[in-house]
């Protein structure tokens, strides 16, 4: 029986996936990687530095930048990313998501984050949402990020439930990825084809329910 959520952050709780990609466009336009829609797609789940590299790659700027230039260009990112996010509020909680939450809360789920973002402590206290999870899976102390399933792994530790008893979250393919390779059970929120590994598919936020989740799970045990 499912007794717990591992949720990850940008794309899924809050509508800051926008943000990022708009940061990481400007990034692009400096280094002179032509910004495209699936370039956009493959950089969601994916760390900071591990996105810069991706996109220096999508240019052949593989090797045409330094370590520390590397670095001032992640920084810079995240500087103008957290200009963004600054001003979140409640408001900035996408369709639904606030009410999902409270009621898996109060029907007695544990929930846990397992976002690659460093700056999803932050988030979660502007979007007033801190303290329905039991833990947030620092990045900070992960191997590998996302297709690996160590984040989710750790999501599911937090909660202390075997894999099988989580549903984890997600608007990436790299994290449904890592959901599946953890033994949990994998709930899309986005493009079905995009996202057409995961168990559970809805295309927003707003559809998911812990009933329309039941009914979900009810087709593909039948
Ligand atoms: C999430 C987002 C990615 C982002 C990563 C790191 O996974 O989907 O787009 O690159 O977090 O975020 P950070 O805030 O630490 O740069
Ligand atoms: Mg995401």
Known sequence: DIKGFAFDL??????TARFHG??????????GTTW???LAESLKGISRMESLQ???DAGNHTDDFSQVDKEALAEKKN????????????EDILPGMKSFIHSAKVAGYKMSIASASKNAPMILDHLGLANDFV???DPATLTKGKPDPEIFVRAAEVLELSPNQVIGLEDSAAG????????QISLAIGDAVVLSAADLIFSSTADVTLQSIQSKMDKIKS
């Open 10 to 15: 940008d794309g899924v709780i809050a509508d």
């Open 22 to 31: 708009q940061a990481w466009h400007q990034t692009a336009d400096e280094v």
């Open 36 to 38: 495209t829609p699936q």
């Open 54 to 56: 991706m996109i220096l």
């Open 79 to 90: 500087h103008f990313y957290q200009r963004l996010i600054a001003t979140l509020t409640e």
């Open 135 to 137: 833990g947030i899976v």
């Open 176 to 183: 449904i990825e890592s959901i599946n390779s953890a033994g």
